[in-house]
């Protein structure tokens, strides 16, 4: 008789579980299974803290809302809580300062920007902008650091719709719809130290 191998059975965590995990690791939550966050590198939080002086910059000047940057927990699908990221900048408008908790963000943020890195790069574009878009986000960006560039999204009827690209190079301002008016060039996002 031959016997077959144990079939591994895959555990689904929810935000609950995540919560007991005191291993001193970060991790987010994708559709319930455990993903390892390792922690980023230095071109990565310089992009990162250049974000959030814009964007924090941009909501002070208009009074339109309140900018958070990682790690903060951010669960979008109640009541499964199946889905929890640590999305690197996160923009909450005014109308919905109500999904802002003391120890998370309990919904969609109005914007979510993701710094691409080498080792997270397909999950970004992939598992986690799926769940962004069905949970509600109502911008998404993506940098890349290696193109030096900024891409933005907004929901289209079943995906992402790509508005814009914003190169090193260019003279525009980068345009969204949730920061309507913000004064920002890609340019002013990357770092010119020959290092990075």
Same mark, same amino acid.
């Given at each position: 008789?031959?016997?077959?191998?144990?079939?591994?059975?895959?555990?689904?965590?929810?935000?609950?579980?995540?919560?007991?995990?005191?291993?001193?690791?970060?991790?987010?939550?994708?559709?319930?299974?455990? *993903? +390892?966050?390792?922690?980023?590198?230095?071109?990565?939080? +310089?992009?990162?803290?250049?974000?959030?002086?814009?964007?924090? @910059?941009?909501?002070?000047?208009?009074?339109?809302?309140?900018?958070?940057?990682? =790690?903060?927990?951010?669960?979008?699908?109640? =009541?499964?809580?199946?889905?929890?990221? @640590?999305?690197?900048?996160?923009?909450?408008?005014?109308?919905? +300062?109500?999904?802002?908790?003391?120890?998370?963000?309990?919904?969609? =943020?109005?914007?979510? *920007?993701?710094? +691409?890195?080498?080792?997270?790069?397909?999950?970004?574009?992939?598992?986690?902008?799926? @769940?962004?878009?069905?949970?509600?986000?109502?911008?998404?960006?993506?940098?890349?650091? @290696?193109?030096?560039? *900024?891409?933005?999204?907004?929901?289209?009827?079943?995906?992402?719709?790509?508005?814009?690209?914003?190169?090193?190079?260019?003279?525009?301002?980068?345009?969204?719809?949730?920061? =309507?008016?913000?004064?920002?060039?890609?340019?002013?996002?990357?770092?010119?130290?020959?290092?990075?």
């Amino acid at each position: 008789m031959v016997t077959q191998p144990a079939k591994e059975v895959k555990k689904f965590y929810t935000y609950d579980d995540y919560l007991k995990i005191g291993d001193g690791n970060r991790y987010e939550l994708i559709e319930g299974e455990l *993903v +390892l966050a390792p922690s980023p590198g230095t071109r990565h939080q +310089l992009l990162v803290g250049r974000l959030f002086k814009i964007i924090d @910059q941009y909501a002070q000047r208009t009074s339109s809302g309140q900018v958070f940057i990682a =790690p903060l927990d951010v669960v979008l699908d109640e =009541p499964l809580k199946m889905n929890t990221f @640590q999305p690197d900048i996160i923009f909450i408008s005014n109308e919905r +300062l109500g999904i802002i908790e003391e120890t998370r963000i309990n919904g969609a =943020p109005d914007l979510v *920007v993701e710094v +691409l890195s080498p080792g997270t790069i397909r999950r970004d574009r992939g598992r986690k902008s799926r @769940q962004y878009f069905k949970s509600g986000v109502r911008e998404f960006w993506l940098v890349d650091p @290696q193109e030096r560039l *900024v891409e933005v999204f907004v929901p289209g009827e079943k995906d992402w719709q790509r508005t814009g690209v914003y190169e090193e190079e260019d003279e525009e301002f980068i345009a969204s719809t949730v920061l =309507p008016g913000l004064e920002a060039r890609a340019r002013d996002i990357f770092p010119v130290n020959a290092f990075l």
